[in-house]
Nanobody
Framework: QVELVESGGGLVQAGGALRLSCAAS????????MGWFRQAPGKEREFVAA????????YYADSVKGRFTISRDNAKNTMYLQMNSLKPEDTAVYYC???????????????WGQGTQVTVSS
């Protein structure tokens, strides 16, 4: 079992930046591939980014590639999502996720956080 808590969401103007954090507790953080998903109102939850257990091979959805950067600090049991050049269409609840499988963390991860709201105004 691993518990995930997101923070860092908020309201920002288009073109601005935010950094989300996901703090993990419970099992050994470095056992898990980690990911970010988001869900906009009236839409299905979608994959945003993922990172391997020791930080390599980050993978991004096309919609955020070049604007968002995923990273992790295994010593702090924390994952981050740096979001730059934000657009109104990035408005969503952002969820962090964990799974022992890097493939599964991009699609159907076993563990989810509660989510943090990101709102980008035009």
């Amino acid at each position: 079992q691993v518990e995930l808590v997101e923070s860092g969401g908020g309201l920002v103007q288009a073109g601005g930046a935010l950094r989300l954090s996901c703090a993990a507790s419970g099992r050994t953080f470095s056992w898990f591939g980690m990911g970010w998903f988001r869900q906009a109102p009236g839409k299905e939850r979608e994959f945003v980014a993922a990172i391997r257990k020791y930080g390599g091979s980050p993978y991004y959805a096309d919609s955020v590639k070049g604007r968002f950067t995923i990273s992790r600090d295994n010593a702090k049991n924390t994952m981050y999502l740096q979001m730059n050049s934000l657009k109104p269409e990035d408005t969503a609840v952002y969820y962090c996720a964990a799974d022992s499988s890097y493939t599964k963390v991009q699609s159907t991860p076993d563990y989810w956080g509660q989510g943090t709201q990101v709102t980008v105004s035009s």
